[in-house]
């Protein structure tokens, strides 16, 4: 699981800082920065930094944008498609059967139309004075722009060679990273909660309720992404690790008095100088993940957009932990017992 992990959240680290920077000393060869008119609108990025260098501008077209993303999701919905280059087929074959139109498509179709030419017009009145911007401004906004799974990776191509051929393995070592952490991730996950399971009903291991418990937390996984849909998709496996993430000093604190537990380690209990030597290291760790958890947690909880979220989860698994153990009671420990005849009685005798 480390791996992935590490593999993944490289990339991102190292392609997220490529793209703050806006490509660095090489941005005047990029197609944004074009004095030509046709080369800057060809960028990959000019719709994303449309909004923001128009409200640099004093005329701000960040309200006909969302109007029109509203009404393209919407039409893209009612059509059940998902990409613009299925729109113009999707649309010529509602041509060809006018009369049987859904009236609610008919109406998604005219409020798109007519939001796509206030947003052709706006572009038209605004794009040469974009053109005209300091560089400086395009190549900030571009730094500002949110970027999907194929724009992260592609920034890692120079590592691989560039071109195409590096695009393309940075992609697919990206991919590898993020199906190995999630595919790690709902393994694991399955096995604890089957084992809480186990806990919560007061059945053994390998048992069906076992098994319901790690089928749960699968299927729960492999659907998820259906829910979590849209352009935020990628950002679900990062979702995912934080939250794992804060969760980490439980485990590191759970090994921790293991490792020391005379009756869980018996005789593999490290002693002598392993022992001093694995509770240093593991003393140290605990110490470390539990700052930098709480240091992320305070950093989440004063967040305006998460904050809340952030800390209504904090307090209701705080709550859950404690009722746990409040409610659980100790096992039953278990008593040898050995029968002794009546000669051996009196012998002893």
Same mark, same amino acid.
Request: glycine fraction near 8%; aromatic fraction near 8%.
């Given at each position: 699981?480390?791996?992935?992990?590490?593999? @993944?959240?490289?990339?991102?680290?190292?392609?997220?800082?490529?793209?703050?920077?806006?490509?660095?000393?090489?941005?005047?060869?990029?197609?944004?920065?074009? =004095?030509?008119?046709?080369?800057?609108?060809?960028?990959?990025?000019?719709?994303?930094?449309?909004?923001? %260098?128009?409200?640099?501008?004093?005329?701000? =077209?960040?309200?006909?944008?969302?109007?029109?993303?509203?009404?393209?999701?919407? %039409?893209?919905?009612?059509?059940?498609?998902?990409?613009?280059?299925?729109?113009?087929? =999707?649309?010529?074959?509602?041509?060809?059967?006018?009369?049987?139109?859904?009236?609610?498509?008919?109406?998604?179709?005219?409020?798109?139309?007519?939001?796509?030419?206030?947003?052709?017009?706006?572009?038209?009145? %605004?794009?040469?004075?974009?053109?005209?911007?300091?560089?400086?401004?395009?190549?900030?906004?571009?730094?500002?722009?949110?970027?999907?799974?194929?724009?992260?990776?592609?920034?890692?191509?120079?590592?691989?060679?560039?071109?195409?051929?590096?695009?393309?393995?940075?992609?697919?070592?990206?991919?590898?990273?993020?199906?190995?952490?999630?595919?790690?991730?709902?393994?694991?996950?399955?096995?604890?909660?089957?084992?809480?399971?186990?806990?919560?009903?007061?059945?053994?291991?390998?048992?069906?309720?076992?098994?319901?418990?790690?089928?749960?937390?699968?299927?729960?996984?492999?659907?998820?992404? %259906? @829910?979590?849909?849209?352009?935020?998709?990628?950002?679900?496996?990062?979702?995912?690790?934080?939250?794992?993430?804060?969760?980490?000093?439980?485990?590191?604190?759970?090994?921790?008095?293991?490792?020391?537990?005379?009756?869980?380690?018996?005789?593999?209990?490290?002693?002598?100088?392993?022992?001093?030597?694995?509770?240093?290291?593991?003393?140290?760790?605990?110490?470390?993940?539990?700052?930098?958890?709480?240091?992320?947690?305070?950093?989440?909880?004063?967040?305006?957009?998460?904050?809340?979220?952030?800390?209504?989860?904090?307090?209701?698994?705080?709550?859950?932990?404690?009722?746990?153990?409040?409610?659980?009671?100790?096992?039953?420990?278990?008593?040898?017992?050995?029968?002794?005849?009546?000669?051996?009685?009196?012998?002893?005798?």
């Amino acid at each position: 699981m480390v791996i992935p992990y590490l593999l @993944v959240t490289t990339c991102v680290v190292i392609a997220s800082a490529t793209m703050f920077h806006a490509g660095g000393e090489g941005f005047e060869n990029t197609p944004l920065a074009s =004095a030509d008119l046709s080369t800057m609108k060809s960028s990959q990025y000019y719709d994303a930094v449309f909004v923001t %260098l128009s409200e640099r501008l004093g005329d701000s =077209a960040k309200d006909l944008v969302d109007a029109h993303t509203a009404n393209e999701k919407k %039409l893209f919905s009612l059509l059940g498609i998902k990409k613009n280059d299925q729109l113009q087929d =999707a649309l010529a074959k509602l041509e060809e059967n006018k009369d049987g139109q859904d009236p609610d498509l008919a109406q998604a179709i005219e409020d798109y139309s007519m939001s796509e030419a206030k947003l052709i017009a706006k572009h038209e009145e %605004l794009d040469p004075r974009i053109l005209a911007m300091p560089l400086a401004e395009k190549q900030l906004a571009s730094s500002l722009v949110k970027r999907n799974a194929w724009q992260l990776s592609s920034a890692l191509a120079p590592i691989f060679g560039g071109g195409d051929v590096g695009k393309d393995k940075a992609s697919r070592i990206f991919g590898i990273g993020v199906l190995g952490m999630g595919f790690s991730t709902i393994i694991i996950l399955m096995l604890i909660n089957g084992y809480a399971f186990c806990e919560m009903f007061k059945v053994e291991q390998g048992s069906s309720m076992h098994m319901i418990g790690c089928l749960v937390s699968g299927v729960c996984g492999a659907i998820w992404p %259906l @829910v979590w849909d849209g352009p935020a998709k990628l950002w679900l496996a990062i979702a995912v690790s934080s939250f794992g993430f804060i969760l980490l000093p439980i485990a590191y604190s759970t090994f921790f008095m293991m490792m020391n537990n005379k009756k869980i380690m018996g005789d593999e209990r490290p002693e002598g100088g392993r022992r001093v030597l694995w509770n240093v290291l593991m003393g140290v760790s605990c110490i470390v993940v539990i700052v930098a958890v709480i240091a992320t947690i305070m950093q989440k909880v004063g967040d305006e957009k998460t904050g809340s979220l952030v800390l209504g989860m904090v307090v209701i698994y705080v709550i859950a932990v404690i009722i746990g153990f409040l409610t659980k009671k100790p096992a039953p420990i278990a008593v040898e017992t050995t029968t002794v005849s009546e000669s051996e009685t009196e012998v002893y005798k």
